[in-house]
């Protein structure tokens, strides 16, 4: 971090204590979210002897908060936390839902992933809201039932440039609707 000058590090564990969140069957175990805090008390202890800010990026996913972290430690050691408020609906969901919805009937959204934050003792003002600057797809399972929560069957066709389907950036997204005028 000094060699380059750096003012900090961001840090992003996707996710303490989650071994199969979304599919991602990592090594986590319920103790990483012991161990996260702990990794971020030694890491606070080495960062202020360099004036040197530690921030972290958080899913906000019920169970992969609850499960992951320590919220009272995270406030305690890290300057910001930055909410993964994106993704909370792709590809892997048997049924369409927006990417990152600011209201829903569940607890999978922007409003509530904030809410449960705050209510577990972070400093609001430690709160960095993430967004996403691109879309998801969905390949529907009946074409015409195109609502949200339409049963789907996989991500939408790969966009020309992302190759992946599922996934389309804002760009991809503009030259689609350019074309469909």
Same mark, same amino acid.
């Given at each position: @971090?000094?060699?380059?000058?750096?003012?900090?590090?961001?840090?992003?564990?996707? %996710?303490? *204590?989650? !071994?199969?969140?979304?599919?991602?069957?990592?090594?986590?175990? !319920?103790?990483?979210?012991?161990?996260?805090?702990?990794?971020?008390?030694? &890491?606070?202890?080495?960062?202020?002897? %360099?004036?040197?800010?530690?921030? *972290?990026?958080?899913?906000?996913?019920?169970?992969?908060?609850?499960?992951? $972290?320590?919220?009272? &430690?995270?406030?305690?050691?890290?300057? $910001?936390?930055?909410?993964?408020?994106?993704?909370?609906?792709?590809?892997?969901?048997?049924?369409?839902?927006?990417? &990152?919805?600011? $209201?829903?009937?569940?607890?999978?959204?922007?409003?509530?992933?904030?809410?449960?934050?705050?209510?577990?003792?972070?400093? !609001?003002?430690?709160?960095?809201?993430?967004? +996403?600057? %691109?879309?998801?797809?969905?390949?529907?399972?009946?074409?015409?039932?195109?609502?949200?929560?339409?049963?789907?069957?996989?991500?939408?066709? +790969?966009?020309? %440039?992302?190759?992946? !389907?599922?996934?389309? &950036?804002? $760009?991809?997204?503009?030259?689609? @609707?350019?074309?469909?005028?």
């Amino acid at each position: @971090l000094q060699l380059w000058n750096f003012d900090g590090l961001d840090l992003d564990w996707e %996710y303490p *204590a989650a !071994p199969n969140h979304n599919g991602n069957n990592n090594q986590a175990t !319920p103790e990483d979210k012991k161990n996260f805090a702990l990794f971020l008390k030694e &890491a606070r202890i080495e960062f202020d002897k %360099y004036n040197l800010l530690l921030t *972290a990026a958080v899913g906000v996913g019920e169970k992969v908060v609850k499960d992951g $972290y320590d919220m009272t &430690a995270m406030n305690k050691y890290l300057d $910001y936390i930055g909410l993964m408020t994106y993704d909370l609906h792709g590809s892997w969901d048997s049924t369409t839902g927006h990417n &990152a919805p600011l $209201y829903s009937n569940d607890k999978l959204n922007v409003h509530w992933s904030v809410e449960n934050w705050i209510n577990g003792g972070v400093d !609001p003002k430690k709160l960095i809201l993430g967004i +996403a600057s %691109y879309g998801r797809s969905f390949t529907l399972k009946n074409e015409n039932n195109h609502n949200i929560g339409a049963e789907v069957i996989g991500g939408g066709e +790969a966009g020309e %440039y992302t190759k992946a !389907p599922g996934f389309l &950036a804002y $760009y991809e997204i503009l030259d689609i @609707l350019k074309n469909k005028n």
